[in-house]
């Protein structure tokens, strides 16, 4: 993906194809800010110190019946 | 007693009539669903009413009663349910077309245990499409409608739980809450709503809309009742994994504490310029109130932890696009345009961003948890602003705005409610917002008790109650 900054269309529609989803050229032209406006959010989780490799993803076991 | 008089009650003074047989379920039953036929096409809080079924429940916790068979404070008490909740044989929109006509064929946790409780089902409440949403506005089943302003949004997305509950068309309703869905209803309809701990309640029976954001919680007229719908439906429920197996403790009983020596912390991050004038007026005065009721008032800063939130909406969107891509492509033109631009992009995030997001999660909640080391309670505006016109509740970013005192407490997963504490200009509700430790919603809800014993916000109503 281009840096943040520079997100066009052409990514959004790469991403797209690769989620298996197609977007019409309307749809790419009222995504795309929208995207990049999300990618804001992602961008400041990507600013976090998370070099911690203890912390994890985790999930959980049913207890044993 | 009308009745009128009878949908006015709060579940707590109806229960004791019921249960000395003063007042039969059915009579009650039958003031809510007048109530419904008078007020609600005007501001379209229910999507479905379940009449017969409500007077065949109502009957029997009445003749339960008589036989001296009484099952607790919930015992023929009308209630409705957001429409995302699960119900056998009764249509369950999820306030979608997608789901327009499914009927499911069991019952949610939540309304099970209800049922048990001996509730009665009145029908299912408007709901934000998918619960993606802060205002209730639907091109499917039309909006929701404020009370207290018909032109302005009811807020969302358990919208139509907060009208039915502000006019008397329900004691209490079962909302949900991933980014404030409880609260932003509740604070722009002047009721009390609580998002309990993350796990306290099952969400079995229950569509997602962000698996591990998703909380189960009531609306109701006070925190009282609050308390005595959380004890019905609180506890471990083995078909839902993020249900936690943690010790329930009496709500009701914790109610009965004093604010005395409560520690609270005043949000000052959420008192800043992006709040109005009459907003920070009316949660200063409630500040006063539980100072003068003896809690020991400070002032607390959240920026060490602000710049976590960016894991909310990265976490909230990758979600509900992994539920909803079952749809995406094959009923695309079913969603309204606003959601189904939501998940498009949301179905674009990667992986590893979400995965990260997760685990910023376990830094926020350790840093969450030092910082209420010294505050039992924090506090905040529930919202920056009253409900807003369904014009600009129509505008994108909205949902960013309404959305902006809630959000942190559903990634952190501590509990969150919200209370009436005034009304702005055009007699709008304002609603204070209490946020509590893990597993301390007995603390919150016995500060909002001792609030509500000292004012009289959550007893007014709206002129449309009495139509």
């Keep these: 993906m281009s840096n943040l900054d520079d997100l066009g269309a052409g990514d959004v529609q790469r991403l797209a194809s690769l989620a298996g989803l197609e977007f019409s050229d309307s749809e790419l032209l009222r995504l795309t800010p929208q995207f990049k406006g999300l990618m804001q959010a992602v961008r400041r989780v990507r600013e976090l110190d998370l070099d911690d490799g203890d912390l994890a993803v985790t999930f959980q076991l049913p207890e044993t019946p | ?467």
């Design chain 2, 1 to 467: 007693m009308s009745a009128n008089e009878l949908c006015r009650l709060s579940a707590a003074e109806l229960a004791p009539r019921l249960k000395s047989r003063e007042v039969s379920p059915v009579e009650a039953t039958r003031a809510t669903l007048e109530q419904i036929e008078r007020v609600n096409p005007a501001l379209n809080a229910f999507l479905l009413v379940t009449a017969d079924l409500a007077l065949d429940q109502a009957k029997q916790a009445e003749a339960e009663i008589g036989r001296g068979e009484y099952r607790g404070p919930l015992h023929g008490i009308p209630y409705s349910l957001k429409d995302l909740y699960y119900t056998r044989g009764i249509r369950t929109t999820g306030g979608s077309n997608i789901l327009g006509d499914w009927v499911p064929d069991h019952d949610s946790a939540v309304g099970e245990r209800l049922r048990e409780a001996g509730a009665v089902l009145l029908g299912k409440n408007h709901m934000h499409e998918f619960a993606f949403g802060t205002t209730n506005l639907s091109p499917h089943y039309g909006p929701a409608r404020n009370p207290w302003d018909q032109t302005r949004v009811t807020g969302g997305s358990s919208g139509g739980s907060a009208v039915a509950v502000a006019t008397g068309m329900s004691h209490f309703s079962m909302g949900s809450d991933t980014g404030g869905s409880i609260r932003i209803p509740g604070s722009f309809c002047g009721v009390s709503g609580i998002k309990p701990t993350y796990g306290r309640v099952s969400k079995f029976g229950a569509l997602p809309l962000a698996w591990s954001m998703d909380h189960a919680g009531p609306l109701a007229r006070s925190a009282e009742d609050l308390a005595l719908v959380l004890n019905a439906i609180v506890g471990p429920d083995p078909r839902d994994r993020s249900s936690a197996e943690v010790p329930v403790p009496d709500f009701a009983a914790a109610l009965q504490g004093a604010a005395m020596g409560l520690r609270v912390g005043v949000i000052q991050d959420y008192m800043d310029d992006a709040v109005t004038g009459e907003i920070k007026a009316g949660v200063r005065q409630a500040v006063q109130v539980l100072d003068g009721l003896g809690a020991e008032v400070q002032e607390v800063s959240l920026a060490e932890v602000a710049g976590y939130l960016g894991a909310a909406t990265t976490i909230l969107h990758a979600e509900a696009a992994a539920y909803h891509v079952r749809w995406l492509t094959s009923r695309k033109v079913d969603y309204s345009p606003a959601v189904v631009e939501r998940l498009q992009v949301g179905s674009l995030i990667p992986a590893i961003d979400y995965v990260n997001a997760q685990r910023a999660r376990t830094v926020l909640v350790d840093r969450a948890l030092e910082l209420m080391r010294n505050y039992d309670v924090l506090v905040s505006p529930t919202e920056p602003m009253t409900a807003c016109t369904l014009e600009d509740g129509a505008r994108p970013e909205i949902h960013n705005t309404i959305a902006r005192h809630t959000r942190m407490f559903n990634l952190l997963g501590f509990p969150a409610m919200s209370i009436p504490c005034g009304f702005g200009e055009g007699n709008l509700p304002i609603g204070l917002q209490l946020v509590g430790r893990p597993w301390e919603e007995g603390t919150i809800l016995r500060l909002a008790h001792a609030y509500q014993q000292a004012t009289d916000w959550h007893q007014r109503w709206p002129s449309i109650a009495d139509r």
